[in-house]
Nanobody
Framework: VQLQASGGGLVQAGDSLRLSCAAS????????MGWFRQAPGKERESVGS????????LYADSAKGRFTISRDNAKNTVYLQMVSLKPEDTAVYYC?????????????????WGQGTLVTVSS
C-alpha cells in the first residue's frame, strides 16, 4: 500500500488543523492505520492508532482530548483532526499502515509509511 499524507502547514497556537492520509494499492480496510510524529531533534513518537473498522482507537497521552483519529474506508483515507494546537505539537506527522487486526502504538509494528507532512505551530 502507498500512503500520501497531506494537510500540514503553519498555524498559530490554539488553531485547528486536519491532516489526511490517502492510501492506494491493496484494500485499505484491511490495514490498521497509525499516526506518528517527529519533532526536530527528537525521536519519532506515536500519536495514535485506529482499527480496520474504526471501532477501536488508541491515543498517546499527548494526544488525548485534543486529537481525533478517524477513517473513511470508502475514500481510502485516514484523518487526524487536531485542535488547540501548541508549539510543542510542531513536528513532521507521518501516517503508517500495518497488516493486522489490532491497533498498535509502536512504530516498529508498522509495515508501510507515508512521506510525512510538516506541522508548525507558532506561539
Amino acid at each position: 500500500v502507498q500512503l500520501q499524507a497531506s494537510g500540514g502547514g503553519l498555524v498559530q497556537a490554539g488553531d485547528s488543523l486536519r491532516l489526511s492520509c490517502a492510501a492506494s494499492g491493496r484494500t485499505f480496510s484491511s490495514y490498521v492505520m497509525g499516526w506518528f510524529r517527529q519533532a526536530p531533534g527528537k525521536e519519532r513518537e506515536s500519536v495514535g492508532s485506529i482499527s480496520r473498522s474504526g471501532g477501536s482507537i488508541l491515543y498517546a497521552d499527548s494526544a488525548k482530548g485534543r486529537f481525533t483519529i478517524s477513517r473513511d474506508n470508502a475514500k481510502n483515507t485516514v484523518y487526524l483532526q487536531m485542535v488547540s494546537l501548541k508549539p510543542e505539537d510542531t513536528a513532521v506527522y507521518y501516517c503508517a499502515a500495518r497488516g493486522s487486526s489490532f491497533p498498535r502504538m509502536r512504530a516498529i509494528e508498522y509495515d508501510y509509511w507515508g512521506q510525512g507532512t510538516l506541522v508548525t505551530v507558532s506561539s
